[in-house]
């Protein structure tokens, strides 16, 4: 059964810090890794996916993938009211065709 | 931009009677989900669906769901016999490829009295 962990939070940021959001995977052989965002009663939405070890920057977003300690990682820089959500990691299954997501972090800016 | 839609947006029904959720994946898609999201738990993986058949099914996805793709544009999920427990929001995605990025529907809030 692969896992996919998150702290669930709440975490609190000042408005115009970094958020720092952590996830952690049990499959060595996951390959690729997405961070949707989740408001209140809504959908999941597609904030970045990453592949490769590293960083990988989009905006005021990074992901950072760490494979060896099965660990990746979204910083959101200048933090605004609106980016307020449940951050979700998924990671899928071989061949893309199952997303195992963590339980979410929630995530609150404080203005 | 393209968007994955789904209806209703709000569901309510009787223990035991049958549900039939509704999606339109994004028009060039070739592989559909479903998902579902009881209230404050995470969100679970239902079933994908790839060439007119069901390609994986969670423990979940038991003898009383099924889906199906009834003409070139609609996925849909059936709930034969609705149990309380089936109360939850229940997602549609679609993926251009087996290894692309899935884009979710707005979901179908379920509620079983």
């Known amino acids: 059964q692969k896992e996919v962990e998150q702290n669930s939070g709440p975490l609190s940021v000042p408005e115009g810090a970094i958020a720092s959001l952590n996830c952690t995977y049990s499959d060595r052989g996951s390959q690729s890794f997405f961070w949707y965002r989740q408001y209140s009663g809504k959908s999941p939405e597609l904030i970045m996916f990453?592949?490769?070890?590293g960083d990988k920057e989009d905006g005021r977003f990074t992901a950072q993938l760490n494979k060896a300690s099965q660990y990746v990682s979204l910083l959101i820089r200048d933090s605004q009211p609106s980016d307020s959500a449940t951050y979700l990691c998924a990671v899928p299954n071989f061949g893309n065709e199952k997303l195992t997501f963590g339980t979410g972090t929630r995530l609150t800016i404080i203005p | 931009e393209p968007e994955v839609t789904q209806t209703p947006s709000h569901q309510v029904t009787q223990m035991g009677q049958e549900v039939i959720l509704r999606c339109v994946p994004i028009s060039n898609h070739l592989y559909f989900y479903w998902y579902r999201q009881i209230l404050g738990q995470k969100v679970e993986f239902l079933v994908s669906f790839y060439n007119n058949e069901i390609s994986e099914k969670s423990e979940i996805f038991d003898d009383q769901f099924s889906v199906e793709r009834p003409d070139g544009s609609n996925f849909t999920l059936k709930i034969r016999s609705t149990k309380l427990e089936d109360s939850a929001m229940y997602f549609c995605?679609?993926?251009?490829?087996?290894?692309?990025?899935?884009?979710f529907g707005p979901g179908t809030r379920l509620t079983v009295l």
């Open positions: 990453i592949y490769s070890n």
């Open positions: 995605a679609s993926s251009e490829a087996v290894w692309d990025t899935q884009y």
